[in-house]
């Protein structure tokens, strides 16, 4: 059974960064696209970044310059490295698997993990 599990949330400083870990078990990590996603509360879940298996990347705008996604297939790990956090990068972020980045567009994800959350105020 595969398992996705985020680590790296916390409280942060306006400015500040962090970064958010995903460890995949049970499955074939190099064989599927990974994605992080956000929710805000009452909202819909929002696709933040994606990397596909041959390490391709996608960014909402609201994150391009600020946020890095990216994949270690040795560690079965991939990671999301937030810069320059805003007040209004509050949330709750998930990591996903799909078996390609146009199913993580959409938001269908055949693997979730438990989310982890991120809070950036002073």
């Known amino acids: 059974q595969v398992q996705l599990v985020e680590s790296g949330g916390g409280l942060v400083q306006p400015g500040g960064s962090l970064r958010l870990s995903c460890v995949v078990s049970g499955g074939a990590f190099e064989n599927y696209a990974m994605g992080w996603y956000r929710q805000f509360p009452e909202k819909e879940r929002e696709l933040v970044a994606s990397?596909?298996?041959?390490?391709?990347?996608y960014y909402t705008d609201s994150v391009k310059g600020r946020f890095t996604i990216s994949r270690n297939n040795a560690k079965n790990t991939v990671y999301l490295q937030m810069d320059s956090l805003k007040p209004e990068d509050t949330a709750k972020y998930y990591c996903a698997a799909a078996p390609d980045t146009n199913r993580l567009r959409v938001g269908v994800a055949d693997y979730w993990g438990q989310g982890t959350q991120v809070t950036v105020s002073s």
């Open positions: 990397i596909s298996m041959s390490a391709y990347e």
